[in-house]
């Protein structure tokens, strides 16, 4: 298949508008018309990666983490990020990353945490703002039905756990259309009143082009009238970090039994224990220091992320235990995530995961 068909799938499901301001996630090496059969997973794309994509037949890399992060201005081989972009662009290798925005959804890497460490009741922690936004159309009464239909089938009017959600309001709009116009009701020149629905309806922002298109599709007028308004709103399906509780509370040493187990970690650098049952549970695969604050005012008694430094620790303050358990240690699972999403939407695409250990991090034990 064309690479664009693996990545839009990817971004209907993770949307690239999800990621955070420093992330590059999405397409970095590629053309996104090239044929692919076969794609390879990682967390990290680095050099062996590349081999190894080149030695088993794979055209394209899907890798958690972007190779580039910031722009790159010269292409001489001396870093190992130039090396694997150069690489990649010599042996026809496609490069894509999913990265921030897979963090950020509620069946993405937070969520294979929560599942992995037997979390109930999961949800976001920090949830994202302005990724709502809001349409208002006005349609004559016997194409109401039709338009919403569109609408709701494009994508719009989902609120939580409710679907086909919009307000309507009957009144009367009005029109004159000039010479060149050939209006759906009414004369030319002469001003025409019609009772019109007023629908609003909520829409995620990375649909907007294909609601609107469905909205000009459906409507019968010539001349569409909308408005399209910026919502505040927080997006409580999408956002940073998860949190959730255990079916039965742990003390704090069995809990942390339970995570070097599940996560398959050699070490967990934690924050003073506080004697207490554990029982709400945040997590933030890789570094989630950021979200401390937030795992405190939800409640949780454990935040399990990585990437803590010395001074970072002593924000627990006494209120939760801090568990570090390593970037790759708490990333790990989203190989198989990524693989089990491709494999369910194309189940005769040929997928792989990497047989390269890509943590650069090493425990002299
Ligand atoms: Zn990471």
């Given at each position: 298949?064309?690479?664009?068909?693996l990545?839009?799938?990817?971004?209907?499901?993770?949307?690239?508008n999800?990621?955070?301001?420093?992330?590059?996630?999405?397409?970095?090496?590629?053309?996104?018309?090239?044929?692919?059969?076969?794609?390879?997973?990682?967390?990290?794309?680095?050099?062996?990666?590349?081999d190894e994509a080149?030695?088993?037949?794979c055209?394209?890399?899907?890798?958690?983490?972007?190779?580039v992060?910031?722009?790159?201005k010269?292409?001489?081989?001396?870093?190992?990020v130039?090396?694997?972009?150069?690489k990649?662009i010599?042996k026809?290798?496609?490069?894509?990353?999913?990265h921030?925005?897979?963090?950020?959804?509620?069946?993405?890497?937070?969520?294979?945490?929560?599942?992995?460490?037997?979390?109930?009741?999961?949800?976001?922690?920090?949830?994202?703002?302005?990724?709502?936004?809001?349409?208002?159309?006005?349609?004559p009464?016997?194409?109401?039905?039709?338009?919403r239909?569109?609408?709701?089938?494009?994508?719009?009017?989902?609120?939580?756990?409710?679907?086909?959600?919009?307000?309507?309001?009957?009144?009367?709009?009005?029109?004159?259309?000039n010479?060149?116009?050939?209006?759906?009701?009414?004369e030319?020149?002469k001003?025409?009143?019609?009772?019109?629905?007023?629908?609003?309806?909520?829409?995620?922002?990375?649909?907007?082009?294909?609601?609107?298109?469905?909205?000009?599709?459906?409507h019968?007028?010539?001349?569409?009238?909308?408005?399209?308004?910026?919502?505040?709103?927080q997006?409580?399906?999408?956002?940073?970090g998860?949190?959730?509780?255990?079916e039965?509370?742990?003390?704090?040493?069995?809990?942390?039994f339970?995570?070097?187990d599940k996560?398959?970690t050699?070490?967990?650098?934690?924050?003073?224990?506080?004697?207490?049952?554990?029982?709400?549970?945040?997590?933030?695969g890789?570094?989630?220091?950021?979200?401390?604050?937030?795992a405190?005012a939800a409640?949780?008694d454990?935040?399990?992320?990585?990437?803590?430094k010395?001074?970072?620790?002593?924000d627990?303050?006494?209120?939760?235990v801090?568990?570090d358990?390593?970037?790759?240690e708490?990333?790990?699972?989203t190989?198989?995530?990524?693989?089990?999403?491709?494999r369910?939407?194309?189940?005769?695409?040929?997928?792989?995961?990497?047989?390269?250990?890509?943590n650069?991090?090493k425990?002299?034990?």
């Amino acid at each position: 298949m064309k690479l664009s068909a693996l990545t839009a799938y990817l971004e209907s499901l993770a949307p690239l508008n999800y990621q955070e301001d420093y992330d590059n996630s999405g397409l970095i090496v590629g053309n996104p018309e090239q044929e692919v059969s076969q794609a390879l997973i990682s967390l990290d794309c680095t050099e062996a990666v590349v081999d190894e994509a080149i030695a088993t037949g794979c055209q394209v890399i899907i890798s958690h983490h972007p190779i580039v992060f910031k722009g790159i201005k010269k292409f001489n081989g001396k870093t190992y990020v130039e090396r694997v972009v150069e690489k990649a662009i010599r042996k026809g290798i496609a490069i894509y990353a999913i990265h921030t925005n897979l963090d950020s959804i509620m069946t993405g890497v937070n969520a294979r945490i929560c599942e992995t460490l037997g979390l109930k009741n999961s949800r976001i922690l920090l949830p994202k703002h302005n990724l709502i936004k809001k349409l208002v159309t006005y349609v004559p009464l016997n194409h109401a039905d039709t338009v919403r239909d569109a609408l709701f089938a494009a994508g719009a009017g989902n609120i939580g756990n409710y679907s086909e959600v919009s307000f309507n309001a009957e009144g009367t709009g009005t029109f004159k259309g000039n010479d060149a116009a050939t209006p759906y009701v009414g004369e030319i020149g002469k001003r025409h009143k019609e009772d019109e629905i007023r629908i609003e309806t909520v829409y995620p922002a990375n649909l907007e082009s294909k609601i609107l298109m469905a909205l000009i599709l459906a409507h019968p007028y010539e001349e569409v009238a909308y408005d399209l308004y910026n919502l505040t709103n927080q997006h409580q399906q999408v956002g940073s970090g998860m949190i959730g509780e255990l079916e039965m509370p742990l003390n704090e040493e069995s809990f942390l039994f339970h995570v070097k187990d599940k996560m398959r970690t050699h070490v967990i650098r934690h924050t003073k224990l506080l004697g207490k049952h554990v029982k709400k549970v945040a997590v933030c695969g890789g570094s989630g220091g950021f979200l401390l604050k937030h795992a405190i005012a939800a409640g949780a008694d454990v935040f399990i992320t990585a990437d803590y430094k010395y001074h970072e620790f002593f924000d627990a303050e006494g209120k939760i235990v801090i568990a570090d358990i390593g970037h790759f240690e708490s990333e790990q699972f989203t190989q198989q995530l990524l693989y089990e999403i491709i494999r369910k939407k194309f189940p005769i695409f040929a997928v792989r995961l990497t047989e390269v250990n890509t943590n650069p991090v090493k425990y002299f034990i």
